[in-house]
């Protein structure tokens, strides 16, 4: 399978509306430790932002001599710096920093799943606001934790540029880099430089856009022996779409879809990832955006069973 992720993007409250894909990741830690592109639009201008996001995660499983405990709470914040060029490409660098821990937030998640009759994994059968993050596989063994719970992740580098001519119908192709400037020992960084190379196109009406990302990835490895890498190659695919509300802004629905490299046994590892995202994006000033919304894991235990993010661009 892989990884798609459809968004549900807001627009501006002035006549003519502007669409742009959500910033959603996967924060489930494993897939964190390698190249995940942003949603990008074909066109690059200059400008800035800022995402938060947090999600809980629970997954545990055991087969043979291999084993996975992955119970806690991720923390992700990234500033993201854009530069436009003349021909209507241009570059970005992302800086990343998260945050792994126990959290407290354990019970409204088992309510949340209830009201709605989402399946929880093994959440309720493990203790509440533990924290967690252990893969074992023979005699190796990856058990990341900072002291402070916290630090910088891997930068991503993208080059942006325009195909064809501008208008309603919009394409680009892009690369991106992934740099180690994270920290393997602490699951911040897989400790190896990731690559890849995409397409992106986007249509964009009076008061509806719909748009594409597909990436594909060469990993440059893992950062223990436990996580066994089963390929170097990987793709990710995201599709989103919304609709202007008028004053309100504009609401969306995301699908996005990615390969797994791993090859260890387990399914919470191995397993490619479908993830939903809904949300609004808003104008909020004459050059500023907000957006917020939620995901939700479509495959169980493939990624966090739900996150939220909030996310501010200029």
Not at 39 to 61: I, N
Not at 123 to 128: A, F, M, T, Y
Not at 150 to 164: C, F, I, N, T
Request: proline share 8%; hydrophobic share 45%.
């Amino acid at each position: 399978m892989g990884a798609a992720t459809f968004l549900l993007l807001a627009a501006v409250p002035a006549a003519a509306s502007e669409f742009a894909p959500l910033p959603v990741r996967n924060l489930y830690p494993p897939r964190l430790l390698f190249l995940q592109p942003s949603p990008s639009l074909p066109e690059q201008r200059s400008g800035g932002r800022m995402d938060l996001a947090y999600a809980t995660v629970c997954a545990v499983h055991e087969r043979g001599d291999t084993s996975l405990v992955t119970d806690m709470e991720v923390g992700r914040v990234a500033a993201v710096g854009r530069w436009g060029a003349p021909w209507g490409g241009g570059f970005s660098l992302e800086v990343p920093y998260l945050w792994y821990g126990g959290g407290a937030f354990d019970p409204v998640l088992d309510a949340y799943h209830d009201a709605f009759g989402f399946p929880d994994g093994d959440r309720e059968d493990r203790p509440e606001n533990a924290f967690g993050y252990r893969v074992t596989r023979g005699r190796h063994e990856y058990a990341p934790r900072s002291p402070a719970g916290g630090g910088l992740g891997d930068m991503v580098l993208e080059a942006v540029h325009p195909l064809g001519a501008p208008g309603p119908l919009r394409s680009a192709a892009r690369l991106s880099l992934k740099l180690p400037t994270g920290s393997a020992r602490n699951g911040f960084g897989s400790g190896h430089a990731d690559g890849g190379g995409g397409v992106l196109a986007s249509w964009q009406g009076p008061r509806a856009g719909v748009g594409a990302n597909v990436d594909v990835l060469y990993l440059g490895g893992s950062p223990d022996a436990a996580l066994r890498l089963e390929s170097h190659w990987a793709l990710s695919a995201l599709a989103f779409a919304g609709v202007q509300l008028g004053p309100l802004g504009t609401a969306a629905a995301q699908l996005h879809f990615a390969t797994s490299p791993y090859g260890t046994g387990l399914p919470a590892l191995d397993r490619d990832v479908l993830l939903l995202a809904l949300g609004v994006r808003r104008q909020v000033g004459a050059d500023a955006w907000i957006s917020l919304g939620f995901t939700e894991d479509l495959v169980v235990q493939a990624s966090p069973d739900f996150s939220l993010f909030v996310g501010v661009e200029w």
